[in-house]
């Protein structure tokens, strides 16, 4: 079990410039779920995926931001038109998918938007 | 709507205290509760979780929870405070029977420091 990894773990951008985030799950998982982490808050639900397809987007979501899992593996999450309001830190989670089970979370990616 | 109130968002203690960081939830049907573990720059690891088997809880690192359903709380405990410790904590309520697209709802969480 090699955990739920992320790429970048740091990520550095301007205002108006687009970010790609990758997240590799448990490779048996087959739920994969994204969350935000401001500063002093707990994580807020993002999006969330059931093997290949998307499922649900949480109204955080904004139209900016769009999520994908080909083939049921690694998710990318891309925010366009990055803003300040962006920086958070992007954790992302995965599990078998049933009530309860149990989300393991990678490390996260933190953005920051100068 | 679920719900996850977290009492305190800063709580120190003793090296060999009792930690106890409060929880209480609010759901409409009944919850998974869990708690995790958040270091610096880090994700969150599971430290325990209610799954409606026993209310009283144990998780890793000496950790326990007691769910009371009477109280709609889920407060975290440990014994005897040991330095590494010091975290944040996270609590978080989950929809039983996979609404909610079975997402976690955290609560604000509570740093805990831990006093030599």
């Known amino acids: 079990d090699t955990g739920v990894s992320q790429d970048p773990r740091h990520k550095i951008t301007k205002r108006g410039q687009n970010v790609t985030f990758r997240c590799d799950p448990i490779?048996?998982?087959?739920?994969l779920y994204w969350y935000r982490q401001t500063l002093g808050q707990g994580p807020e639900f993002l999006t969330y995926?059931?093997?290949?397809?998307?499922?649900?987007k949480s109204r955080l979501l904004s139209d900016r931001f769009s999520a994908e899992r080909p083939k049921g593996s690694f998710s990318t999450l891309e925010i366009q038109r990055t803003e300040q309001g962006d920086s958070a830190m992007y954790l992302c989670?995965?599990?078998?998918?049933?009530?309860?089970?149990?989300?393991?979370f990678g490390p996260g990616t933190r953005l920051t938007v100068l | 709507a679920q719900s996850v109130t977290q009492l305190g968002s800063h709580v120190s203690v003793s090296e060999g205290a009792l930690v106890l960081l409060r929880c209480n939830y609010s759901?409409?049907?009944?919850?998974?509760l869990f708690w995790y573990v958040q270091y610096p720059n880090q994700g969150l690891q599971l430290l325990l979780k209610?799954?409606?088997?026993?209310?009283l809880v144990k998780g890793i690192n000496g950790f326990e929870a007691e769910f009371k359903k009477s109280e709609t709380s889920f407060h975290l405990t440990k014994p005897s405070a040991h330095m590494s410790d010091a975290a944040e904590y996270f609590c978080?309520?989950?929809?039983?029977?996979?609404?909610?697209?079975?997402?976690?709802?955290f609560g604000k969480g509570t740093k805990l420091s831990v006093k030599p």
């Open positions: 989670a995965s599990s078998f998918g049933l009530a309860g089970d149990t989300q393991y």
């Open positions: 490779s048996e998982h087959n739920r």
């Open positions: 995926f059931q093997n290949e397809a998307q499922l649900e």
């Open positions: 759901s409409s049907v009944p919850p998974y």
């Open positions: 209610y799954t409606s088997a026993a209310t």
């Open positions: 978080a309520v989950s929809d039983k029977y996979g609404g909610s697209q079975g997402n976690l709802i």
